[in-house]
């Protein structure tokens, strides 16, 4: 059974900085894009984030978030990061982990076929 666990969310004021760490268990993401996405009140679940199987120079953002966040990813630990800086009270969300159903990245949910639990981010002002 595939698990990712997504931690590192919290409370914190805009400026500052999370990290956000993605955990698969069951599955050897090594082959696989993953992504990031988030969902907050009211609105839709959208794409963050995305970073390819090799992990090297090739990674997708999403434009609100282009220049502040960055996604990398240890093949070794099974993991996906998400890095946040300057964040500002509009990236509250609930951040979501997902594995791809193949290597290359996609900004469309339904390229990925398992996904985390979530974890909250609070920008305050």
């Known amino acids: 059974q595939v698990q990712l666990a997504e931690s590192g969310g919290g409370l914190v004021q805009a400026g500052g900085s999370l990290r956000l760490s993605c955990a698969a268990s069951?599955?050897?993401?090594?082959?696989?894009?993953m992504g990031w996405f988030r969902q907050a009140p009211g609105k839709e679940r959208e794409f963050v984030a995305g970073?390819?199987?090799?992990?090297?120079?090739?990674?997708y953002f999403a434009g609100s978030v282009k220049g502040r966040f960055t996604i990398s990813r240890d093949n070794a630990k099974n993991t996906v990061y998400l890095q946040m800086n300057s964040l500002k009270p509009e990236d509250t969300a609930v951040y979501y982990c997902?594995?791809?159903?193949?290597?290359?990245?996609?900004?469309?949910?339904?390229?990925?076929?398992?996904w985390g639990q979530g974890t909250q981010v609070t920008v305050s002002s």
């Open positions: 997902a594995s791809g159903r193949s290597a290359s990245i996609s900004y469309a949910e339904y390229h990925y076929d398992y």
């Open positions: 069951g599955r050897t993401i090594s082959s696989y894009a």
């Open positions: 970073i390819d199987w090799s992990g090297s120079s090739n990674t």
